[in-house]
């Protein structure tokens, strides 16, 4: 079959890929630990289920605008008032199928072929396909060693003539870092002394802890909205727990926002009417249950870095939000892949490899699961790494012996 050069070109999500094996394992009845999931246990707002139950009753469920419907357009812009102190107007909102789908849809409307786009390692894995996939370069800009958090310098460095956008993901998946005040402010300057596009990846924005809070890119321009060149991707999956629901937004001007909602046009038409009705369900209603999950991660958090510190060699840096950590394994192995897959055939823990991150020698784990989930998990980690844990271990109903 003849498959076109780009899209030989572009790599399996690694996240998608483990989760598809890690539920195969459990379809099989392995006592699996799932300590790289991407979405929280808890259940979807109930004025979500709601709001989509009354929706799909009513059989009106139709096409929508393709920036999507005005009343969640309107609760988005309610959302960027209370959250980040910015008046925006619909014109400036385009809903889309999930966060993916609106920086896909930023990606393709500002990206011209060998364009490029710069972001700091550790990112989120699609990132680097996701420019590939409109035609652009991405460009990795490596941390310190020993930090998550870019160095200023370096990111300055990234920038050639032909860089288009600069992304930034914080809280950062996957290593759970708030960007500095410092940091954010200067990457807005910087980007409009050379009329460059900040994206800000701002999906876990309100999963912060500690007293911390995530830098917003608006607190640091003073331009209006529709002459600025900074871009808001968010959505519901991470804050509601509604990742199944696949709905996101982007905040940007109206310009640009007129671009992105004609790629949608051409591409999906359309959010689903049905989904839109749940995020605004969630986005209006009782929003109790943003805090709740909020606590219930911190402290699960706590959990994870305490039950990982035991582990001799390892490297835990504290997350300040977000549900997940990258701890530094090098101690062990190197070649995170291979110490993912080895924990995987081994432990029956499933973990996801930092190399797919940017950042080898460490493993993404997350802590949104309970935390029986995380002690046993971390406990069968440290049996299969550390040779001074007891050699035999119970997995499930099964006794297993460390011969290696």
């Known amino acids: 079959m003849r498959i076109g050069k780009l899209a030989r070109t572009i790599a399996e999500s690694p996240t998608l890929a483990l989760n598809a094996k890690a539920n195969q394992l459990k379809a099989q009845g392995e006592a699996l630990i799932h300590l790289g999931s991407g979405e929280p246990k808890s259940m979807a707002p109930i004025d979500a289920i709601l709001a989509a139950s009354a929706k799909l009753v009513s059989a009106d469920v139709k096409y929508t605008p393709t920036a999507g419907i005005l009343p969640l357009r309107k609760a988005v812009i309610a959302y960027t008032e ?33 364009d490029e786009v710069v972001f700091p390692a550790p990112y989120w894995v699609s990132y680097p396909e996701m420019v590939r996939m409109v035609g652009g370069r991405p460009v990795i800009v490596a941390p310190p060693e020993g930090a998550f958090e870019p160095a200023l310098r370096d990111l300055e460095g990234a920038i050639t003539d032909r860089t288009k956008a600069v992304i930034l993901n914080s809280p950062n998946n996957p290593s759970g870092a708030v960007y500095s005040r410092e940091l954010v402010a200067a990457m807005v300057d910087l980007c409009e002394r050379r009329d460059l596009f900040l994206i800000m990846d701002d999906i876990y924005h309100q999963l912060v802890f500690d007293g911390c809070t995530a830098p917003s890119a608006y607190a640091f321009t003073g331009r209006p909205v529709d002459e600025s060149r900074v871009i808001v991707v968010n959505g519901v999956s991470k804050v509601y727990a509604m990742t199944g629901f696949r709905i996101g937004w982007a905040v940007a001007a109206r310009e640009l926002i007129e671009v992105m909602t004609n790629i949608q046009a051409q591409s999906t038409s359309c959010p689903s009417a049905l989904l839109q009705a749940a995020a605004l369900g969630a986005l209006e209603g009782d929003q109790s249950g943003v805090e709740s999950l909020r606590l219930t991660l911190m402290t699960h958090r706590d959990v994870l870095v305490r039950e990982l510190a035991a582990i001799p060699g390892v490297r835990v840096t504290v997350p300040k939000g977000t549900f997940y950590c990258l701890p530094d394994f090098r101690a062990y192995d190197a070649d995170s892949t291979r110490l993912s897959g080895f924990l995987l055939d081994r432990a029956l823990v499933a973990t996801v490899p930092g190399k797919d991150f940017g950042l080898e020698g460490h493993l993404r784990i997350s802590y ?12 069968r980690i440290r049996w299969a790494l550390d040779p001074a844990s007891p050699r035999e271990i119970h997995i499930g109903d099964r006794l297993r012996a460390r011969d290696w």
């Open 82 to 114: 209370r959250h980040y102190g910015r008046t925006v107007a619909p014109a400036n909102v385009m809903i889309a199928a999930g966060a993916k789908p609106a920086l896909y849809a930023a990606l393709a409307a500002i990206v011209d072929p060998g």
């Open 368 to 379: 949104c699961g309970s935390v029986r989930e995380i002690v046993e998990g971390v406990r």
